[in-house]
């Protein structure tokens, strides 16, 4: 199976502040690379597709970026309702496989 | 597209459960329907999906054997069922679906499944 690495596992951050998060594939998944929002008692909410196709409806100030297995997603401006946890998932290979999920606090 | 899953469940260890997926506004037998889980403080768990372009259900390595994820295109309604349960199986379930298998953007609002 495909390892999803990601880095930090939680950070703090305050509003208004650029956020990165990595994640790594353990063998080059090309851009088969999705990024998941989860807020508590929520269900996931899908950010971006394929490495860096923004979903219909969510923020420009969410971007993603990378290729082969190393890959960011980027929150130019941290919003309020940002604070999350967020995961990436390669759909490269069978099985599907998620990151651990960065944790975003305040 | 809507997903919408049936209500929570209590089991006792070693039973099964079995939660279902009504899709409406799209055709069943057109949508890739995957199953994901989260245990209390854990992460995201990919379970298994059946993709309808090639007929084939994929189960993920670790719920080989126990689980069962099956489609009634006559009521648009997937069914994932979970056997052998233990405490650890203790989780939310969402199905998910969207792009195929490559993205899933269209999420149930999960289903508690508390094994006690």
């Known amino acids: 199976d495909i390892q999803m690495t990601q880095s930090p596992s939680s950070l703090s951050a305050s509003v208004g502040d650029r956020v990165t998060i990595t994640c790594r594939a353990s063998q080059s998944i090309s851009t088969y690379l999705n990024w998941y929002q989860l807020k508590p008692g929520r269900a996931p909410k899908l950010l971006i597709y394929v490495a860096s196709t923004l979903q219909s409806g969510v923020p420009s100030r969410f971007s993603g970026g990378g290729s082969g297995t190393h890959f960011t997603l980027t929150i130019s401006s941290l919003q309020p309702e940002d604070f999350a946890t967020y995961y990436c998932q390669q759909s490269h290979t069978m099985p599907v496989t998620f990151g651990g999920g960065t944790r975003v606090d305040i | 597209v809507q997903l919408t899953q049936s209500g929570a469940e209590v089991r006792r260890p070693g039973a099964s459960v079995k939660v279902s997926c009504k899709v409406s506004?799209?055709?069943?037998?057109?949508?890739?329907i995957h199953w994901v889980r989260q245990a209390p403080g854990k992460g995201l768990d990919w379970m298994g999906a059946f993709d309808p372009e090639d007929g084939e259900r994929i189960y993920a390595q670790k719920f080989q054997g126990r689980v069962t994820m099956t489609e009634d295109t006559s009521t648009d309604t997937a069914y994932m069922e979970l056997s052998s349960l233990g405490s650890e199986d203790t989780a939310v379930y969402f199905c998910?679906?969207?792009?195929?298998?490559?993205?899933?953007?269209?999420w149930g609002a999960g289903t508690a499944v508390i094994v006690s």
């Open positions: 506004g799209y055709s069943l037998a057109e949508l890739a």
């Open positions: 998910a679906t969207g792009g195929g298998t490559i993205y899933m953007d269209v």
